[in-house]
């Protein structure tokens, strides 16, 4: 079982065999995973989860990046979900956003500071003093917001979703 703090969903998790379950991955009612274990793959329902998350993580947080920016008045051209290691979002000078699909994982607050935090960088695209000072207007507690992303623990995560498992 996990939990999807952002969404505010609890999921189970249930396994069969992989032969029987279509396309490895079978999502069940309410709230519940099937997933298909293969004895000769021992990451492929490590990675079946990890494509549902990431799914989950573009339909849930794209159109909040998108409503956040029509807000402000800014826009930006394009938005990928990634399985980032060490970032939680970043911004291109193309003005793409990028975002971890693993922001699912953390309270809706810290993911809203992290979208700011992206959006803030369509206009100042670096963290000078005017960057914080943009950001401060929008968000005026993104320093407590910042300390408290610091605190972050990769145990907080679920370890099917740990950055590197979707590439073995």
């Known amino acids: 079982m996990f939990y999807i703090e952002t969404l505010g969903e609890t999921w189970s ?10 396309k490895g991955l079978l ?15 021992v990451f492929h329902g490590a990675r079946k ?7 989950k ?3 849930s947080l794209l159109p909040w990046l998108t409503s956040l920016a029509v807000d402000r ?3 930006f051209k394009r938005t990928y ?9 970043s911004c291109s000078k193309k003005r793409n956003i990028n975002l971890n699909r693993n922001l699912l994982f953390l ?10 935090h992206e959006l803030t960088h369509l206009e100042h695209l670096n963290h000078s003093g005017r960057f914080w000072s943009t950001f401060t207007r929008v968000l005026p507690n993104c320093r407590e917001l910042r300390r408290e992303m610091k605190s972050l ?9 740990s950055p590197g498992l979707d590439s073995v």
């Open 107 to 116: 309270p809706k607050h810290l993911v809203e500071y992290v979208l700011h």
């Open 73 to 75: 008045g800014l826009s």
């Open 49 to 55: 989860l990890q494509g549902w998350l990431h799914q």
């Open 81 to 89: 979900v990634k399985n980032q290691v060490s970032l939680w979002g």
């Open 57 to 59: 993580a573009r339909a």
């Open 27 to 41: 999502v069940n009612g309410e709230h519940t995973l099937t997933v298909g274990v293969d004895p000769r793959d």
């Open 153 to 161: 623990s990769p145990d907080d995560m679920p370890l099917w979703a």
């Open 13 to 22: 998790v249930d396994y069969g065999r992989v032969d029987e379950i279509p």
